[in-house]
C-alpha cells in the first residue's frame, strides 16, 4: 500500500489553522516551524507545502 495524494502531517504556530485529521506539530516561532518541516520532508518522504505564513503542510505526491 502507498500514500499518494495524502496530507502527512501539518505544522504550525496558530492551532486554528489546522485541517482535521491530520498529525499536528505545534511551533512558537515561524523558524522553529520550517525546521520541524524540513525534518519531517525527509523522515516521511513528503514534500513541505507552505499554505500560510502560520501554516506548513506535508504532504505525498
Given at each position: 500500500?502507498?500514500l499518494?495524494k495524502?496530507?502527512l502531517?501539518a505544522i504550525?504556530?496558530?492551532?486554528?489553522?489546522?485541517?482535521a485529521g491530520?498529525?499536528?506539530?505545534y511551533c512558537?516561532?515561524?523558524?522553529?516551524?520550517?525546521?520541524?518541516?524540513?525534518?519531517?520532508e525527509?523522515?516521511?518522504?513528503?514534500?513541505a507545502?507552505?499554505l500560510?505564513?502560520?501554516?506548513?503542510?506535508?504532504?505525498?505526491?
Amino acid at each position: 500500500m502507498t500514500l499518494e495524494k495524502f496530507i502527512l502531517a501539518a505544522i504550525t504556530t496558530n492551532p486554528k489553522k489546522v485541517p482535521a485529521g491530520t498529525a499536528v506539530f505545534y511551533c512558537d516561532s515561524k523558524k522553529e516551524m520550517e525546521q520541524i518541516a524540513a525534518s519531517l520532508e525527509a523522515i516521511l518522504d513528503g514534500i513541505a507545502h507552505s499554505l500560510t505564513e502560520e501554516l506548513f503542510v506535508i504532504v505525498k505526491h
